[in-house]
């Protein structure tokens, strides 16, 4: 995280905003790729399992097709919002 | 227990007590945002609390808007009717808070402090510099938003009803209530219990709402949100230990199959000498047949009326339990009452179109479903899903009315890590829970949209504190009027701010106090009239509801910010297609299920055809229209700014 600056810099603070907004859709896209490609074969294969294939209690599907993915995510978010996310200083607001 | 009805039988008094202490602090802290409110801009505070929300506030704010009346009755009656395939179908939420607060939370409150503004029709009509932007935004948002408005009204009412069910002094006012509104065309209709409960929701919430305004709305979220996820923490505890932990409900849940809905013949099997009343719920044991234990489940009341010995053609579900799910078993037996001089015969029942016979459809995808011969979750429906919650959360004005508040950049990083953190604790414990849930109170696809208050009765009762289930009932309590309030505070500020103060742009602040105050309660009331004879369907409600806004707005919002060439013309249209095309698909759904759904082409939910018809028609009329002026662009996004 930089320092902030003393006065707002509009052009900065929207490309670093555009930054982020890129980085964050690229994230959205991997877990969407992991959970729903993961779990179009083994959460709809499941059905057929005799005995159903389980991990920590729960269908093995839904722990690396939901729980691994959703640490994963977690762990992601609090590095994004402790070390990629910058600080703008905020704009002024006009008067009433 | 004879009763199917659990929590009405045993927790009403506690529940009462609950319920009175939780007002009582919500109109206290109603009372102490009122007094925040001297001194300082009303407009400004009574909508957006200054802006100066700091990580708890916003954070909680933030949670608790957003787990709504859905996350705490229609999600959990979503897991009990379909299993664990409902983790599938909520994926969505694993970056939610990533997404859905991050993609515009930053800049969105930058240009909303650039340009003074304190309602999202407003941040558009400036950022495009065009009166039309904002009236068409102002009409989409209140249209869309009074819809979600309506299903948490009803989801309110519903709770209510269940909460008090058994206290005498409100057995005493439905009396009188219904008394006094049977005569009265349209509202004698609906039930009596629900509308004086809807009455009260409604009166409790638009009072503290409009008394206090955003800043009350926010610190009563703070304590809703500390409700709710105590109240699911605690309800996983008392689940896990019930159940002999995951592993035994997860064994027992891959044996189950879905229930058959259907009539049948009851019949006394002695003279009655009094009328007998059997309420919903009410259980019979069949034989067994092909390795499953057979039951009968009422779907309604019925009375055998004095001399009368048969009646035919009554509702009811036949639940076939597997032989080897013992805690299912003993959960039925213990409810049904030997001593019933009925019994049952002509089972009329038909099966669920996807799952009907097939062990371990509640621990697969798609997952069962009564009208639907591709279950629950077609994997195209999970896409679409998946796309849908974290981007239609991102759309949605009443977060984005947050959004507008935090006072600085830290706050909101700090923010986005509790809400991943408080929503991992809420939503997949939820789902452990009421996948338990289907192996301990079986047989509530009868009325699965109360399965949480009966799930907490249940559990409270049977560890032996009964009275914890008030606590517990005031968790989907807490996230309905956590919602109610701020989606009031956002019509009403969206029709005095974008409409009122446009049209009189000298009004003195003691006149837009009244005239804030009197629209917040008007809309109240519309709720209040709309919803006395509700649709069934809450989640379809809500789903077309936030949908309808994900489409408006989702595009608009995010091209308005980021991308400078986007002009106004483009806006409006993209705001156009993108709620008409939910709404065109909401109609052909309605032509072809017969029902208030939306139209599923190629299995993709119509939120997705929206969007997709909103950004395609916003970067073409763009393209052909003139680019914007040159001092909004500067104003905006700096001094150098591709317009590509």
Request: charged share 15%.
């Amino acid at each position: 995280m930089s320092q902030l600056p003393q006065k707002p810099d509009t052009g900065a603070s929207y490309r670093q905003s555009k930054r982020e907004m890129y980085v964050m859709v690229g994230v959205w896209l991997v877990v969407g790729l992991w959970v729903l490609g993961y779990n179009s074969q083994a959460a709809y294969a499941a059905e057929n399992e005799v005995p159903l294939r389980t991990l920590l209690g729960m269908p093995r599907w839904v722990v690396f097709g939901w729980l691994v993915p959703l640490c994963a995510a977690n762990i992601f978010t609090f590095w994004f919002c402790l070390r990629f996310m910058r600080d703008e200083p905020m704009e002024k607001l006009p008067e009433e | 227990m004879s009763s199917g009805f659990i929590f009405a039988s045993i927790a009403g008094n506690a529940a009462l007590v609950s319920f009175a202490v939780y007002m009582l602090f919500v109109f206290i802290l109603a009372g102490l945002a009122n007094r925040q409110q001297s001194g300082k801009s009303f407009l400004n505070e009574y909508f957006l609390g200054s802006r100066n929300l700091g990580m708890w506030a916003f954070a909680f704010t933030y949670a608790a808007t957003s787990a709504s009346g859905g996350s705490f009755m229609g999600f959990p009656s979503l897991i009990y009717t379909h299993g664990w395939v409902v983790a599938l179908w909520i994926a969505g939420y694993i970056v939610f808070p990533l997404v859905a607060i991050g993609l515009i939370a930053k800049r969105l409150n930058q240009v909303a402090r650039k340009s003074g503004s304190i309602t999202v029709p407003e941040i558009l009509r400036k950022r495009l510099g065009s009166d039309t932007v904002g009236m068409v935004a102002t009409v989409l948002l209140v249209f869309f938003q009074f819809f979600f408005l309506l299903a948490q009204f009803k989801a309110g009412a519903k709770i209510m009803t269940t909460l008090l069910g058994e206290v005498s002094a409100y057995q005493t006012a439905v009396t009188l209530v219904d008394q006094f509104t049977r005569p009265i065309p349209w509202v004698g209709a609906a039930d009596a219990d629900y509308l004086l409960c809807l009455l009260v929701f409604a009166i409790s919430v638009v009072a503290y709402t409009a008394w206090g305004g955003f800043r009350a709305v926010v610190w009563t979220d703070m304590m809703q949100g500390v409700i709710m996820g105590l109240g699911v923490l605690l309800l996983l505890g008392l689940a896990l230990s019930q159940v002999g932990g995951v592993g035994s409900a997860t064994a027992e849940l891959s044996r189950q199959v879905p229930p058959r809905d259907g009539n049948a013949t009851l019949t006394a099997t002695m003279d009655l000498k009094a009328p007998l009343a059997l309420v919903k719920g009410t259980w019979f044991e069949l034989s067994e047949q092909g390795g499953r234990q057979r039951f009968v489940r009422l779907k309604d009341s019925v009375i055998f009326s004095n001399g009368r010995k048969e009646i035919e053609n009554t509702p009811i579900i036949l639940v076939r339990t597997a032989i080897e799910n013992k805690i299912e078993l003993r959960s039925i037996r213990a409810q049904i009452d030997d001593n019933l001089p009925v019994s049952v015969s002509d089972l009329n029942v038909v099966g669920y179109e996807y799952g009907d016979d097939k062990p371990g459809v509640y621990v697969s995808a798609p997952g069962p479903k009564s009208s639907s011969g591709l279950g629950f979750l077609p994997i195209m429906l999970a896409v679409s899903f998946f796309c849908f919650w974290p981007f239609a959360g991102a759309a949605q004005p009443s977060y984005m009315a947050r959004q507008m508040a935090f006072k600085d950049v830290p706050t909101l990083r700090h923010s986005i890590i509790f809400v991943a953190v408080y929503f991992s604790l809420i939503y997949f414990p939820l789902i452990v829970v009421f996948t338990c849930g289907r192996v301990l109170i079986p047989g509530w696809e009868i009325d699965a949209d109360r399965i949480m208050p009966e799930m907490a009765a249940y559990l409270t009762s049977s560890a032996g504190v009964p009275w914890l289930a008030g606590l517990l009932v005031a968790a989907p309590f807490a996230a309905v009027m956590s919602s109610v309030d701020s989606f009031l505070l956002l019509v009403s500020g969206s029709v005095v701010r974008d409409v009122y103060q446009r049209k009189n742009p000298d009004v003195s602040e003691a006149k837009m106090k009244k005239v804030t105050y009197l629209t917040t309660v008007g809309v109240g009331v519309l709720a209040v009239i709309a919803m006395l004879n509700p649709p069934q369907f809450l989640q379809d409600l809500i789903v077309f509801g936030s949908g309808g806004l994900g489409a408006s707005f989702l595009m608009p919002v995010i091209l308005t910010l980021y991308w400078p060439r986007l002009t106004s013309h483009a806006t409006v249209a993209g705001m156009l297609s993108g709620g008409g095309t939910m709404g065109v698909f909401y109609l052909i759904g309605y032509v072809v299920n017969g029902k208030f759904s939306g139209y599923e082409l190629w299995s993709l939910h119509p939120f997705i055809w929206s969007v997709a018809i909103s950004a395609m028609v916003m970067v073409l009329v763009t393209r052909i229209t003139e680019p914007p002026q040159a001092g909004l662009l500067e104003k905006y996004f700096g001094k150098t700014v591709n317009l590509d």
